[in-house]
């Protein structure tokens, strides 16, 4: 966000280190925990410290923690999912389509932004599964498809 024309290159550092020691909304750690599986050192925190531990102490703590973050980002990744589809399921408008019904079908391949958007109308023939229709295209031609890619015709006769 900070942006000076001489010495731009000399704040890259700490962009990167900001960004690795935010908190991601998702699922509630920094890239920093994700990769060492601890938090960050902050420049105040590098006192001169013993370590008394072993190097096999050290190692077997970093995958016992890395194993518990992966897991715990892993469940509010899939909480954050849930959340998501719980959100998209309150504006969805469900299709309900019978054969016999009148469609259009959303053209795939446009030339130009002029071009139209839907192609049809067809008849649908079948109902293939929950999602899926066979429309007529033709005489002797049928195609099946998602029911994404169609809308409802409403023909007057």
């Known amino acids: 966000m900070y942006i000076n024309d001489r010495d731009w290159d000399n704040w890259i550092r700490y962009a990167i280190f900001s960004y690795n020691t935010s908190t991601h909304t998702a699922h509630g750690f920094t890239p920093h925990e994700l990769i060492f599986a601890r938090k960050a050192r902050v420049p105040s925190e590098f006192a001169d410290k013993t370590i008394c531990k072993t190097y096999n102490d050290i190692i077997d703590d970093i995958a016992?923690?890395?194993?518990?973050?992966?897991?715990?980002?892993?469940?509010?990744?899939?909480?954050?999912?849930?959340?998501?589809?719980?959100?998209?399921?309150?504006?969805?408008?469900?299709?309900?389509?019978?054969?016999?019904d009148h469609v259009y079908l959303l053209k795939e391949h446009k030339t130009d932004k002029h071009d139209d958007h839907y192609t049809g109308p067809y008849l649908i023939k079948q109902l293939i599964g929950d999602r899926n229709v066979e429309i007529e295209q033709g005489p002797s031609r049928s195609?099946?498809?998602?029911?994404?890619?169609?809308?409802?015709a409403f023909l007057r006769l």
Request: glycine share 2%; net charge positive.
């Open 64 to 100: 016992r923690k890395l194993n518990i973050t992966l897991r715990e980002a892993h469940d509010k990744i899939i909480e954050a999912k849930q959340k998501s589809k719980a959100y998209y399921d309150i504006k969805i408008n469900v299709r309900t389509l019978s054969p016999g």
């Open 143 to 152: 195609k099946i498809v998602h029911v994404d890619k169609l809308k409802h």
